[in-house]
């Protein structure tokens, strides 16, 4: 198992050994960091997931970037691997999806499509280094903001 793979089961088991209590607090204080950065005060627009399986709770930060009238995108699950990203509108109007995660609706609100297979595609060419840069930095971001709100 490569060391990405056992960093993703630590922060899972982890995660699960959690009460919901304390998943719910640790989400608000991640809440409180993301609403205060420069970044998203200035952003029209906001690429968001929808929390599954006790991860950090995401509905606070769709609501109030909706109340502030920020565009805010969310995934949708494709087959091939990929995910696309629909314009949310209203937090009522996700539902399960593939996976049992809530998706926004796929009507006309369209906005990146086949996101995945794109960032795959730049690193085609590239070393195995490459890529485990990628996905390394990409964990490390959720470690980060996971562990600074303990």
Request: aromatic residues 12%; charged residues 25%.
């Amino acid at each position: 198992m490569d060391e990405i793979s056992v960093l993703r089961k630590e922060i899972i088991n982890k995660r699960k050994q959690l009460s919901l209590e304390a998943r719910l607090s640790m989400s608000d204080s991640i809440y409180e960091k993301v609403c205060k950065l420069s970044e998203y005060k200035n952003s029209d627009n906001v690429l968001v997931y929808a929390d599954v399986n006790g991860e950090v709770a995401t509905d606070k930060i769709i609501l109030n970037a909706l109340l502030q009238g920020k565009n805010v995108y969310a995934p949708v699950c494709l087959d091939n691997h990929s995910m696309d990203f629909y314009q949310i509108f209203a937090i009522d109007e996700m539902y399960p999806g593939k996976y049992g995660i809530r998706e926004p609706l796929q009507i006309d609100n369209l906005v990146f499509s086949n996101v995945s297979s794109c960032i795959k595609s730049l690193f085609t060419n590239n070393s195995d280094e490459a890529r485990f840069a990628l996905e390394s930095f990409l964990t490390a971001i959720f470690y980060f903001l996971w562990e600074s709100s303990v």
